[in-house]
């Protein structure tokens, strides 16, 4: 079993639409939490860090961290074409050293 | 601004031909990162510094080498490529442990002829 499982996609949603990323995980040490969005080609780039569990809201997105659940998920309000990214979540704790778990990464397109 | 810069953005190889590619970053981090990232794929550490300390991944191949002569810059050399290690190569940075934030360049994207 991966440490970390996230749907590869494709979504493709219309713009204004709310999205709904999620990744599940198997390890219950994990703490600390992260959504990258990454553009073809491009380095990812950081969107949302967030601590054990609990919700974060920045401008459109919201992180949301269940831990009992093992289950984290990143929300797009109001999504525009902008957004169409390769979303990445990763993941991490104190034991691991410097070693971020990832997911495969979603592919999201928002279509005019 | 403070950034991850990477050199070249794109890189061409042939098969066996050494390669090297370039990290530099302006963040003044003391933890810097190699990833491999293959099409569809997470990023695959391959090694960090921290500071000047080098962690290898266990099952990071031979081929794959790294420098890191001072604070801001990272190279990471590859030996002999093969076809297989046709790969976008990240560079990133942290300030300091692995829970911290991890920045990224843009990576190196390259091919193998």
């Known amino acids: 079993q991966k440490e970390v499982e996230q749907d590869p996609g494709p979504l493709s949603v219309p713009e204004g639409a709310i999205v709904s990323l999620n990744c599940t995980y198997s390890?219950?040490?994990?703490?600390?939490f992260m959504w990258y969005r990454q553009y073809s080609r491009k380095g990812p780039e950081l969107l949302m860090y967030?601590?054990?569990?609990g919700n974060k809201e920045d401008g459109r997105f919201t992180a949301q961290v269940d831990k009992s659940s093992k289950y984290i998920s990143l929300f797009i309000r109001d999504s525009q074409p902008s957004d169409s990214a390769t979303y990445l979540c990763?993941?991490?704790?104190?034991?691991?050293?410097?070693?971020?778990?990832f997911g495969t990464g979603t592919s999201l397109t928002v279509i005019p | 601004d403070a950034m991850v810069i990477q050199n070249p953005r794109y890189q061409v190889t042939q098969f066996g031909k050494p390669v090297t590619l370039s990290c530099s970053q302006t963040?003044?981090?003391?933890?810097m990162y190699w990833y491999q990232q293959k099409s569809s794929q997470a990023p695959k550490l391959l090694f960090h510094?921290?500071?000047?300390?080098?962690?290898n991944e266990a099952d990071t191949p031979d081929n794959f080498q790294s420098r890191r002569p001072n604070t801001s810059f990272c190279f990471l050399d590859i030996r002999s490529p093969g076809l297989g290690d046709a790969a976008m190569y990240l560079c990133?940075?942290?300030?300091?442990?692995?829970?911290?934030?991890?920045?990224f360049g843009p990576g190196t994207r390259l091919t193998v002829l």
């Open positions: 990133a940075t942290s300030i300091d442990s692995g829970t911290d934030t991890q920045y």
């Open positions: 390890n219950s040490a994990f703490q600390y």
């Open positions: 967030t601590y054990s569990s």
């Open positions: 990763a993941m991490s704790a104190r034991y691991t050293g410097n070693q971020f778990y």
């Open positions: 963040l003044n981090h003391n933890v």
């Open positions: 510094y921290y500071d000047k300390d080098f962690n």
